[in-house]
């Protein structure tokens, strides 16, 4: 089956890359470059900027608060960037100039906000970084938070279950509903969610991620109408409120899909602006030309974009945010985290923390890795899409070799700082499911399982990607995509295929039982592109994990040495068999199968 993963869209044609380069490289550019990038209290942060070669700079400035205020003359800091050197850039045929500056220590808990910008020499006019604007009140708003960067110390041991609420499960007694589009209604609810819990938990997930499920008219929930009311199809608040205490009872956690970036047309605050030029909440949204004409996400006018630069709109976020924290919910995943401002992100975890200093906040952050670390000075981690293509383009799509794929590992472990968390996956909601697009191969299903479960970022399985649920027809017919086909309806009882639901409960049990499997310690042991065979080791001062993998078809052999484990060891995964003689391990591996040796 020919096919294009297009989980970072355009990006997949060289000519947009190079498109992005050259707008990334023009003017005056920041892209929140700090370090550390998790600033700490008590640490001094380096800010990074640069500088086009056709700009004759007279300096580079950055105007900081610490007191909640926007940076503006006379009310900010202002410090001088010091010019650190010169690059030559071969794309735009230039030299690049690089600048420091650094802002002092700041206590914990303190939001930092600034903007950066620059003086022509010869003009005196000025421009600032990212958006080039020419005066400081319309420039890009840039903004960290100092904290500690020791992320909530759950999230280690989290195995993560992607809950789309309305494919989910209606609940006991109640059969699914039939639309006559898949856009329509399923008939999942949060009550559908309870009456599964034993299921869940028995895969051995122990956090629950919950599709978006305020107000709304949609299926899918990612345009609310009220951020404080649960959509009734799905149930009350009232069983929200027993969802959490269940789970928590349970030992579980509760991540929320929250959307700061845009919502429903139909949101009261918007239909008063909209209808009525004097309403207080016209300055809750950007208009090119009031009424018909406005700011939205990704051109659809059904999803108006929030001003969250207005203090109006950004405290009516924060404080929906903290209202739910303070209902029990553990932390969020933050959609479409590439909207909003750098700035309000800093004040939304200050926010937060304020509440819940354990809550768990993760960005969907689907771009290149700088831009999502970017965000480790405002968020506790983003969600792993560059892994996610990693995992489908070798063991899906067989375009990856594994030495490819080891590179890339090696590489992307290394770059993160420890403590960003980067949850994995392997299939979601807007692109198509792993089993379809490996034409239902369940053995590669298994063997990319094996790979997720078996890194230190915490895994996340979409619903049903553990009983076999795939779909018909790929998402993208069109430019814009038919995300529902990834959205089919759970699989139930006999419709489920039992030995992938065995394999994933048994990788679950593993993931819990071995901490060793949270940490970051991750050494290649073998690499054969050749007979298709890889092994890693996973390890700390107190056990040690032999993973490895056959993705050929055929039956390979594979023997290691310097693996740390003696006499004794065995696969706990598939029973392949193991020997031990002197300090040499051998597995013997069935064709696209893997093996996990302790």
């Known amino acids: 089956m020919p096919y294009d993963d297009r989980i970072f869209g355009a990006m997949i044609h060289l000519d947009q890359r190079l498109n992005r380069h050259m707008k990334d490289s023009e003017g005056v550019k920041h892209r929140m470059r700090l370090s550390p990038a998790q600033p700490v209290p008590g640490q001094d942060v380096a800010i990074f900027v640069t500088t086009c070669g056709s700009l004759a700079c007279e300096g580079v400035y950055c105007w900081y608060t610490t007191d909640g205020r926007e940076p503006e003359e006379g009310s900010a800091t202002v410090i001088c960037l010091e010019r650190e050197d010169e690059v030559w850039d071969v794309i735009t045929w230039s030299y690049l100039q690089r600048w420091r500056g650094v802002v002092p220590s700041q206590m914990s808990g303190t939001v930092i906000r600034y903007r950066i910008g620059t003086r022509l020499a010869g003009s005196g006019r000025w421009v600032f970084a990212d958006n080039q604007a020419n005066v400081l009140t319309r420039a890009t708003p840039f903004g960290y938070y100092t904290g500690n960067t020791v992320t909530p110390p759950w999230q280690k041991r989290a195995v993560i279950y992607h809950v789309f609420l309305d494919r989910f499960f209606p609940g006991e007694g109640k059969d699914w509903q039939k639309p006559q589009l898949l856009s329509g209604f399923f008939g999942g609810t949060l009550r559908g969610v309870m009456d599964k819990l034993d299921y869940i938990q028995s895969l051995g997930f122990n956090t629950l991620w919950l599709s978006p499920l305020f107000a709304s008219p949609s299926h899918h929930g990612y345009n609310a109408t009220d951020y404080y009311t649960v959509e009734p199809r799905l149930g009350s608040n009232e069983d929200l409120d027993e969802l959490i205490a269940a789970a928590h009872h349970r030992g579980m956690f509760i991540l929320l899909d929250f959307v700061a970036n845009h919502w429903s047309r139909q949101h009261p605050t918007f239909q008063s602006a909209v209808k009525d030029p004097d309403s207080p909440y ?97 968020m ?79 895994p996340i399985i979409y619903y049903g990607t553990e009983v076999g649920v795939t779909q018909q027809r790929p998402i993208h017919q069109n430019s814009f995509g038919v995300f529902e086909e990834a959205r089919m309806p759970m699989k139930w009882g006999e419709e489920q295929d039992a030995d992938l639901r065995v394999y994933f409960q048994r990788l679950g049990e593993l993931r819990q039982k071995h901490p060793v499997l949270w940490d970051d310690h991750r050494g290649l042991l073998h690499l054969d592109d050749q007979t298709g065979t890889y092994a890693y080791l996973r390890w700390n001062e107190r056990e040690r994990v032999i993973v490895a993998l056959n993705i050929n078809d055929a039956p390979r052999s594979i023997t290691l040495t310097g693996t740390g484990l003696g006499p004794g060891v065995s696969d706990r995964l598939n029973e392949n068999p193991v020997r031990v003689v002197g300090e040499s391990l051998t597995v013997e591996l069935a064709g696209k199968r893997g093996a996990y040796i302790v």
């Not at 919910?329 to 479409?336: A, I, M, Q, S, T």
Request: overall charge negative; charged content about 25%; hydrophobic content about 40%.
């Open 282 to 378: 016209r300055a809750w949204y950007e208009w090119e030309k009031w009424p018909d004409t406005y700011e939205t996400y990704f051109g659809v006018k059904e999803l108006p974009k929030i001003n969250l630069e207005y203090p109006p709109a950004r405290e009516y976020l924060l404080r929906c945010a903290q209202h739910w924290l303070e209902k029990g919910v553990d932390g969020y995943r933050l959609d479409y985290a590439l909207g909003p401002s750098y700035d309000f992100w800093a004040a939304f975890q200050q926010a937060c923390r304020e509440v819940n200093p354990q809550c768990w906040l993760l960005g969907e952050v689907v771009d290149m890795a700088p831009v999502q670390l970017s965000y480790a000075s405002s």
């Open 380 to 458: 506790d981690g983003t969600l792993d899409f560059l892994l996610n293509r990693g995992l489908r383009e070798t063991f899906a799509l067989n375009k990856w070799k594994l030495t490819q794929f080891e590179s890339f590992l090696s590489a992307h472990e290394n770059y993160f700082p420890g403590a960003f968390s980067r949850p994995a996956f392997l299939d979601n909601h807007d692109m198509n499911r792993f089993l379809y697009i490996s034409e239902g191969d369940t053995a590669k299903l298994k063997l990319a399982a094996l790979v997720l479960y078996t890194l230190p970022g915490p």
